[in-house]
């Protein structure tokens, strides 16, 4: 896993985007049967920052300049701590292809 993880910043540009994504992410998953890689997010605004603005787009450049070009990406919110029932009604996972 850390050397996926270690392959994916290198891959990963802008350096606000890089930055982002290294200080937030917890886990890398890849999944090479499935062509899938699932991105742990720690904290809800940084998933918030990563899906809601232009940083996702260069996240899945990055995932297929670094695992293949028919990798699929996943974003998806790790809480430490139970969420509220309004909370829970938000999408904790977003799937891209």
Same mark, same amino acid.
């Not at 985007?17 to 499935?34: G, K, P, S």
């Given at each position: 896993?850390? /050397?996926?993880? *270690?392959?994916? =910043?290198?891959? =990963? #540009?802008? #350096?606000?985007?890089?930055?982002? +994504? &290294?200080?937030?992410?917890?886990? =890398?998953?890849?999944? !090479? !049967?499935? /062509?899938?890689?699932?991105?742990?997010?720690? *904290?809800?605004?940084?998933?918030?920052?990563? +899906?809601?603005?232009?940083?996702?787009? &260069? +996240?899945?450049?990055? +995932? /297929? #300049? !670094?695992?293949?070009?028919?990798?699929?990406?996943?974003? /998806?919110?790790?809480?430490?701590?139970?969420?509220?029932?309004?909370? *829970?009604?938000?999408?904790? !996972?977003?799937?891209?292809?």
């Amino acid at each position: 896993m850390e /050397k996926n993880l *270690k392959i994916f =910043l290198a891959n =990963l #540009r802008p #350096r606000d985007t890089r930055e982002l +994504v &290294q200080d937030h992410l917890t886990r =890398l998953d890849l999944a !090479a !049967a499935e /062509k899938r890689v699932t991105l742990h997010v720690d *904290k809800r605004y940084a998933f918030n920052a990563i +899906v809601g603005q232009d940083h996702i787009q &260069q +996240v899945v450049a990055s +995932v /297929k #300049r !670094a695992f293949g070009a028919e990798c699929s990406t996943t974003v /998806k919110l790790d809480s430490a701590r139970s969420l509220p029932e309004r909370e *829970k009604a938000v999408p904790h !996972a977003i799937h891209y292809h």
